[in-house]
């Protein structure tokens, strides 16, 4: 049968011979409407060398495309630039059919790869700042460790001024466009961001170092191709820029109320309280839990000054679903928000509580007293919500 | 007082400026850290921390 999977020229002696997954709609969690690509790169120097590989099933999609350039046997390096298993799971196969004669990972990637799989050969280990020839080629290795997992790090080749960036820069989008120039920019920016917010958020304090340490070390880049997504060749500045704004994390003029609701009392509260956030001046997101994904969520909260949260009192709790969100929110840090919460109840009224030591606990800035009703707010209650948005949205003001 | 390295991440601890984020001040030698006390960058227990 001929082979439909084809590589796709990336530069001179540079191919993308990737997967595209059209069909997943969740990544632990974040929400992938667009579905992804695993990206690996096929670099085709005196020693041909092959950049990361791919998520299991779509290992015969990716020799398949490796099979249109180059006879995969003459593969001679393989670096894995990240150990997650959409990057590295058909690895150990990949491994037994090409029989590199070196397999390249981060120290630290050295130690997942081989706590992952069992791989019946010794990975080696490079060192930060290290260069490996590969004849008329070389690339040199960058750790970037905790972006966004302890083994990550970046493949620079030098002659080419190429990054391969594993996921940072990356985005979750399937399609057929190998290069970011040749997408709707819309999309980008939404599935860039959301990417970000979703992956990179708890990391941002390195990626503001990587972006200074890359700036000091006076290295420009031609291309950046990432493990997820497009290629960037036209908007490399753009996306190191946008990077560079998500993660100083300044706030802006935005607020996001997120809650849940059983018999519509917190529901009233939540809408008060963003009638308030937008009197005092500020753009505001109403996102309920019962209704919204919670990547969606923390979409909205990139750039935002305020987070307001709502939750009823279910059995002396959380509503289920406002302990999913704040969970995911927990674990991505967000920073700089000045915080509030608010609550029905029907004889207990633990949630409002709840809520506030978790935004304590994720260094929220506490703007008021957290307001609990019991059973239905009433005006007065309803007029209090309004005023906490209003506070929160002088409070942001007074930081923009 | 010296600086100690997360074995997971490479954070580095340093006595001289502390984790304000986990209400460590300047001064704290990591020895007299809590014993609760993980890395502020990817959580990882003392145990996991050498001199660096």
Not at chain 1, 119 to 146: C, H, P, W, Y
Not at chain 1, 293 to 300: F, K, L
Request: hydrophobic share 40%; charged share 25%.
């Amino acid at each position: 049968m001929q082979n439909t999977f084809k590589a796709v020229r990336v530069t001179e002696d540079v191919w993308w011979v990737g997967a595209i997954d059209w069909n997943i709609r969740d990544f632990h969690g974040y929400q992938t409407m667009r579905g992804s690509t695993y990206n690996a790169y096929l670099i085709l120097a005196d020693s041909i060398t092959l950049i990361d590989t791919v998520k299991a099933p779509f290992r015969e999609e990716m020799m398949a495309r490796i099979a249109s350039v180059v006879d995969p046997g003459k593969i001679e390096y393989i670096v894995s630039n990240h150990s997650e298993m959409d990057h590295s799971g058909s690895l150990p196969e990949v491994i037994a059919a090409v029989n590199p004669k070196k397999v390249f990972a981060s120290t630290v990637g050295v130690k997942t790869l081989t706590e992952l799989f069992p791989l019946d050969r010794k990975i080696t280990a490079v060192q930060d700042g290290e260069t490996l020839s590969l004849g008329n080629r070389s690339l040199t290795f960058l750790e970037t460790r905790m972006l966004h997992w302890p083994d990550s790090m970046f493949a620079y080749l030098n002659e080419e001024q190429l990054l391969f960036s594993q996921d940072a820069f990356g985005m979750h989008l399937a399609s057929l466009e190998r290069f970011a120039d040749e997408c709707d920019p819309a999309i980008l920016a939404y599935e860039a961001a959301t990417y970000y917010a979703n992956i990179i958020l708890p990391y941002s304090p390195l990626v503001l170092k990587l972006i200074e340490r890359v700036t000091a070390a006076g290295l420009s880049f031609r291309i950046i191709a990432p493990d997820h997504g497009p290629i960037w060749r036209k908007e490399i500045v753009g996306i190191i820029g946008s990077y560079a704004k998500w993660a100083a994390q300044k706030p802006e003029a935005k607020a996001v109320v997120v809650y849940a609701t059983m018999w519509h009392s917190t529901e009233k509260m939540a809408r008060a309280v963003s009638e308030g956030l937008a009197a005092g001046g500020l753009g505001v997101k109403l996102l309920s839990m019962d209704e919204v994904h919670r990547s969606d969520v923390v979409y909205e909260l990139l750039g935002a000054g305020a987070l307001a949260v709502g939750s009823p009192t279910l059995n002396n709790h959380l509503l289920p679903n406002m302990a999913d969100i704040l969970t995911y929110l927990k674990g991505l840090k967000p920073r700089n928000l000045i915080g509030a919460a608010f609550g029905s109840y029907g004889w207990s009224g633990e949630a409002v509580k709840e809520i506030e030591d978790i935004l304590a606990e994720m260094k929220v800035e506490k703007a008021g007293e957290g307001i609990r009703v019991k059973n239905v707010p009433d005006a007065e209650v309803l007029t209090r919500c309004y005023e906490l948005g209003k506070t929160m949205a002088e409070k942001v003001r007074s930081r923009l | 007082m010296g600086k100690y390295v997360c074995g997971i991440c490479g954070y580095v601890y340093d006595p001289e400026v502390g984790d304000p984020e986990a209400g460590i001040g300047e001064g704290v030698p990591f020895e007299r850290l809590p014993e609760d006390w993980v890395c502020p960058l990817c959580g990882a227990a003392k145990d996991e921390f050498t001199p660096e």
